[in-house]
């Protein structure tokens, strides 16, 4: 069994006789893009209650700081004024592309707070008090324009890469918030500066990046409009990761199926 992150290509092959490849994160695309990892081998990711209810909290900051209006109190106080914003609530609508377990946990904390919630999916989907789109019925820009609120938890695939694009969305409601928890190669970053000037996104709050740290001369440090987290929306717990780990090598060695397994031709 290997675990690994963000392994070198190829690194792999030197271990001929390796029957499981886990990740020590909840993502995988170290291992799916590593061409000596074949579908011979098992893969498994983590997930773990502790990664997820660090995700609710993460998100539900962001969405609750949209809605509040702090982003206005902020240039406010900065101006030392005594405004008010109207609404002094906004109204929120989210949509969260990615409806994994991750997607799911963050649905339900949002949920309890009164946000309504809508999810979008490659296949239909079946989720007990979760209305899920899948692009089999409906359309991904047409998703978007019924919400105010994207949050991304994509896995990265070659399929998502570059997808929150200008072309996409545009199709947001004008003032609308984004929300980045994913993978930084979602975003097309220029596109968001686009975006943002237009005024069709508001407010975006990232958490990953196409590169890692954020250069020290990127133009999103100073935009007002974008908060920056350095990849902390929800860290992986060591000891957790590691039970998980363990239990699933005690399973490859006793024949009993892995837990959180990954499917290597669909890249989650
Ligand atoms: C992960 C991450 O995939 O930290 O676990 O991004």
């Not at 363990?246 to 399973?251: E, K, M, P, S, T």
Request: hydrophobic share 40%; glycine share 6%.
């Amino acid at each position: 069994m290997l675990v690994v992150w963000k392994h070198p290509e190829n690194a792999s092959a030197q271990f001929p006789n390796v029957q499981l490849i886990s990740s020590l994160g909840a993502g995988v695309e170290h291992i799916i893009k590593d061409p000596a990892i074949t579908s011979k081998h098992l893969i498994s990711r983590i997930v773990d209650p502790t990664l997820a209810h660090s995700m609710q909290k993460h998100v539900l900051t962001c969405v609750l700081h949209f809605h509040k209006q702090w982003p206005f109190y902020q240039v406010a106080k900065q101006n030392g004024q005594w405004a008010k914003p109207n609404p002094i609530e906004r109204p929120i609508k989210v949509g969260i592309l990615g409806v994994g377990a991750l997607g799911q946990a963050v649905t339900k904390i949002l949920q309890t707070v009164g946000f309504e919630v809508i999810g979008f999916s490659r296949k239909p989907k079946e989720i007990p008090n979760f209305t899920v789109w899948d692009s089999e019925n409906h359309s991904l820009p047409s998703f978007l324009q019924e919400i105010n609120v994207l949050l991304s938890l994509l896995p990265r695939t070659p399929q998502t890469e570059g997808i929150l694009s200008y072309e996409l969305l545009r199709n947001l409601p004008k003032g609308s918030c984004l929300i980045n928890v994913g993978r930084g190669a979602h975003l097309v970053e220029d596109d968001l500066l686009k975006l943002l000037e237009e005024g069709t996104i508001d407010q975006a709050y990232l958490d990953v990046f196409q590169e890692e740290p954020l250069p020290t001369s990127h133009p999103f440090w100073s935009h007002s409009h974008i908060f920056i987290t350095p990849h902390t929306a929800s860290i992986t717990h060591q000891e957790n990761a590691a039970k998980i780990i363990a239990d699933n090598y005690q399973r490859l060695k006793t024949g009993g199926p892995i837990r959180f397994e990954v499917q290597l031709d669909r890249g989650y």
